[in-house]
Structures are given as C-alpha cells and as structure tokens.
C-alpha cells in the first residue's frame, strides 16, 4: 500500500473525527439528562397503556438512546407488554442516530425524516402485529410471568410480597428484574439505577456522556479511515456503481448490520449514509432493525428461542422491505 496514501487517509481521519468530538459531548449530556428525567416514567407508561402500547413505545423509542428497546425486550420476557409494543419500540429507536447526525450538522432536515418514518412504521406494525396475534388467538394468557422472568435471572425478587396482582405475579419486583437483565445484557454504562446512589446526578450524566463520546468517536476514527482506505484504493466511482446497481444487496446487507446487537451498528449506517455511500433506502432499513440492545436483551431474558427468532427475522424483514419501499419511490 501506498504509505502516502495511508498517511493521507489518516490525517483526514484524525481532522474529521477530532471536529465531531464537541458536538457529541454536548448531544450526549442532553440525551443523558432526558434519559435520567424519563427513565422511570416511560417505563410505567409503557407498562400501562395496554392496546395502545405499539403508539406509546413507538413515541418513546424515538427518544436517542438504547435502553428503551433492552426495557422492551425485558418487560415483553415477562408478559407486560405485547409483541406489536416491543417491536414498535425497536423499530422507532432512534439509538446513536441523531448524535451522528448532530454532529454533522447539515442534515437536519433529513434526520427529523428519518424519524418520523421510523416511528410511524414502528407504530404501523406494531398495531398490525398485535391485531394478527389476536386475530389467530397467541397472545398468552393476559397474566405477567414476572415470577418465571425472575426465576431465570436468579434475582430472588420472587420471594418478596406481590402486589394488587390476582394471578399471584410479583409485578413489585419488576424494576429489580429490568435491572437485572440490564446488567447482565449490555455490558456499558446504562446501569443508572444502581449508579445514581455513589454521586451527583449531574456528575454521572457528564461521565457517562464522555464514556459515550469516547465509545463513538473511536467507532468512528476505526470506521472513518477503514472506509477511506477502500474509497480511495478502490475508487469512488467503482463503489458508487456497485452500490447504485445492486439496491437490493445493499439494501440486505445494510439492514444485517443493523441486527448486529450494538449501539454502533447505527453509528456505521448513519455514517455511511451522510457519506454518500449507502443510498437512502439500504439506509433506512438498516436504522429500522437496528434497536440497539434490545434484541440481545431478548434472547437472554425470553425463554422461548422460537419465538425470539420468528421476532427477529420479522424485524428484518420489515426493514428490507421498507428500504426496497423507499428506493422506489424516493
């Protein structure tokens, strides 16, 4: 390889990533303060509201973070809430979408697109899944299994009273389990529950901000300069053709990397998409399966592995075919 080439590619790395790095702090720390504002709240909103759970976990998924779709994936374990609400949830999560898009700063327009569509077909499908359940009669037995939940992730909240529960459920122990299956599932700083006890609330927003800006700015520089080096030995004309004349692939492709169980599978797709490398409906299917933890979550916390797959597989496929969707007629 050309070292001057290389050199080339990481200095323009360097200066693009080192330019971001304030925008995304600052990002950061708000989404943390809405984050620890809301947190608890959506939580019971979401619990509650019943047949309309596809439009109120739509709504919250929106808002830029990544523990609502694993708060989902958990509550939906323990029969909580419906399939149509955690898929809605992880349809509209917004993830590392909008820092990206901050951080950039000349794509407003298109981020604000991007989610509203991305909660309007979450919200959409949601509805449509849950109405198919019921239709075919495999919703459950309307009962929480927050006990069964529990039992699984050894939390021993089993034993504590239950409450205003007929069916003899602990629904008191579920912020214990939602903890729990958080701690054991994500393995980065979402744990503020547990973390608001040892300092400030503003001392925590401001460490976990930075945590943040460190993970994504990394995930960038590595992704940046990856993809500069093929850009610039390829050659952008070669790339755009085979991107241009293979929607469907890239639309495929584009929509596994959003599975991958990560915040940053949404850092690469926004990245890629602001780059000009991936056109707007690869893009959108691959923001639209993209829920952060949450289906990791899923997997540890549901029993059921048939299911898990069937909801997966169903996600994706919603994304492929809204990316196709919107490559014609966008």
């Known amino acids: 390889m050309d070292m001057e080439l290389f050199l080339d590619v990481l200095m323009d790395t360097v200066k693009d990533t080192l330019t971001l790095i304030p925008f995304l702090f600052v990002t950061y720390v708000a989404m943390e303060a809405i984050e620890h504002s809301a947190e608890g709240r959506a939580e019971r909103i979401i619990r509650r509201a019943g047949v309309a759970g596809p439009a109120v976990g739509g709504l919250f998924g929106a808002i830029p973070q990544c523990g609502f779709s694993a708060m989902a994936a958990t509550l939906y374990a323990g029969r909580i809430i419906t399939a149509g609400t955690l898929v809605a949830v992880i349809l509209s999560t917004s993830d590392e979408l909008i820092p990206v ?4 700063g000349s794509h407003m327009g298109e981020l604000v697109w991007i989610i509203v569509a991305k909660v309007l077909i979450g919200m959409a499908v949601g509805f ?5 359940l019921r239709a ?3 919703t459950g037995d309307g009962h929480p299994h927050i006990r069964e939940l529990c039992q ?7 034993d504590m009273d239950t409450v205003d529960n ?9 912020a214990d389990t939602v903890a729990s299956a958080h701690s054991h599932s994500h393995g980065h700083p979402h744990e503020h529950a547990h973390e608001h006890t040892h300092g400030s609330r503003w001392w925590h927003i401001l460490r976990s901000a930075l945590v943040h800006t460190a993970q994504v700015t990394v995930f960038i520089a590595v992704i940046t300069f990856a993809f500069g ?17 293979q929607p469907m692939v890239a639309t495929m492709l584009s929509a596994l990397v959003g599975l991958v ?12 998409y602001l780059e000009g490398t991936l056109g707007v409906g690869p893009m959108l299917a691959g923001l639209l399966v993209s829920g952060g933890m949450g289906l990791l ?15 997966a597989v169903f996600i994706y496929l919603v994304g492929v075919i809204c990316g196709l969707a919107a490559t014609l007629v966008i």
């Open 229 to 245: 080096l093929v850009i610039e030995t390829a050659g952008h004309d070669v790339i755009a053709s085979v991107l241009d004349a």
């Open 166 to 174: 007929p069916a003899g459920h602990d629904v008191s122990a579920h």
């Open 261 to 272: 169980p990560n915040c940053a599978a949404s850092v690469l797709i926004a990245e890629l």
């Open 136 to 138: 075919l009669h495999r």
């Open 297 to 311: 979550v899923l997997f540890r916390t549901n029993y059921d592995l048939r299911q898990n797959v069937i909801i």
């Open 152 to 158: 699984r992730a050894h939390c021993h909240c089993g």
């Open 101 to 104: 898009f901050f951080a950039h």
């Open 128 to 132: 449509a899944a849950d109405a198919v």
